[in-house]
């Protein structure tokens, strides 16, 4: 009988030792820049890639050679830098808000030659038409019926001063913003990969400029705030600038190909998000609606909250900005880095709260601050 007993003992001992050598639990403490423990992300069978930790470090790799060789042109605008990259490996699309002259079609057009990509920029105007953005169906006497493609067909668009046009030619980037393929006569054409529009809005004017259409905004990732650099940045900038020197003359080098960024996008799929994050996101934006039983002090200046699609862009970006991080999972300050871009052009606020001068930004931070973090 005592024979027996150690025997059980033994085997006991045995596969409690098994268990401890389980490779996740290796695997997430290998992970980089962990801000927060979730204890059951590490006991995931989800964590079990091979190969996924080496992937994330090439692509923090990659990024950081981007960056750096975009710093050679784009001084004092980093957060933003980093804001449109992590938009542009979800494979959304930006809306940039921000004073003239503050490098926002620098920071496009800089971007898109890093990574070897077809770069297009449509001015917006009064008097553009849909047509001057799609492409258009002609005839001639040799050819016949044929297609000519306007600018949207480039890997990078950047509809400059957006709400100069009307949302009849606004809207022609909605296909386009969304399915990513363009309708011209009776032909639809798929855009080349990566894409994604750059929208920029000039917030200082009220004449001569339209409102953007609810449908639009909400296809928009992002709205990027574009704000003024530091006065030592400014030192620099004056030294180095496009106007005194031409773009060309910075001998910027390709550091990336198109195939690494769609190749991002698809790693982006595979981070791993707990059950406790998903419920997370959907209570923060819950948070925001109206019928929302937390009891909010920016409440009442809320007229609509934001749509199911603000969820989803939650996810994926807040797991964009975990790969960027160099992590393999998603924790909760992922989520709230990227909420403010998500959320700012999603929240729409009553008339009192404009009387008021609340902005959405304020209801974000109650809300982030309120809703319980697990």
Not at 51 to 63: E, N, S, T, Y
Not at 190 to 218: C, M, W
Not at 237 to 264: G, H, Q, W
Request: hydrophobic share 40%; charged share 30%; glycine share 4%.
């Amino acid at each position: 009988m005592v024979a027996k007993k150690r025997l059980k003992k033994k085997k006991k001992v045995v596969s409690i030792s098994k268990k401890a050598k389980k490779p996740v639990v290796n695997k997430v403490k290998s992970a980089k820049n962990v801000k927060a423990p979730i204890k059951k992300i590490r006991k995931s069978k989800q964590l079990k890639r091979p190969g996924l930790q080496k992937d994330v470090d090439r692509v923090v790799g990659v990024i950081n050679k981007l960056k750096v060789e975009m710093g050679k042109v784009v001084i004092g605008q980093d957060r933003v830098v980093d804001e449109l990259i992590t938009c542009l490996i979800c494979g959304g699309n930006a809306l940039l808000e921000g004073v003239p002259g503050i490098a926002k079609t620098l920071i496009m057009r800089s971007l898109a030659t890093t990574i070897g990509c077809k770069s297009k920029r449509i001015q917006f105007t009064a008097d553009l038409l849909p047509t001057d953005i799609t492409g258009f169906v002609a005839y001639s006497r040799e050819k016949g019926f044929f297609v000519v493609k306007g600018p949207i067909f480039a890997n990078f668009v950047l509809a400059d001063e957006i709400n100069r046009s009307p949302p009849k030619v606004q809207s022609a980037l909605i296909e386009a913003m969304q399915e990513k393929q363009v309708t011209i006569g009776k032909q639809t054409f798929h855009l080349s990969e990566p894409f994604i529009v750059i929208a920029t809005e000039n917030p200082l004017e009220n004449r001569g400029v339209y409102k953007l259409p609810e449908a639009q905004v909400d296809r928009f990732l992002f709205k990027i705030m574009v704000d003024y650099p530091q006065p030592s940045e400014e030192e620099l900038i004056m030294d180095s600038n496009i106007t005194i020197r031409k773009f060309e003359d910075y001998k910027l080098k390709v550091v990336a190909k198109p195939s690494d960024i769609i190749e991002m996008q698809n790693l982006v799929k595979n981070i791993f998000v707990n059950e406790k994050i998903k419920k997370y996101i959907v209570n923060i934006i819950e948070a925001t609606r109206p019928r929302s039983e937390k009891k909010l002090k920016y409440k009442k200046y809320v007229s609509w909250g934001a749509s199911p699609r603000a969820s989803i862009n939650l996810y994926i970006s807040s797991r964009a900005n975990a790969l960027l991080d160099g992590r393999t999972f998603v924790i909760p300050d992922d989520v709230k880095d990227v909420a403010y871009n998500v959320l700012r052009h999603r929240i729409l606020l009553n008339y009192q709260g404009q009387i008021d001068n609340v902005k959405t930004e304020d209801v974000i931070t109650e809300i982030l601050e309120k809703v319980k973090v697990p």
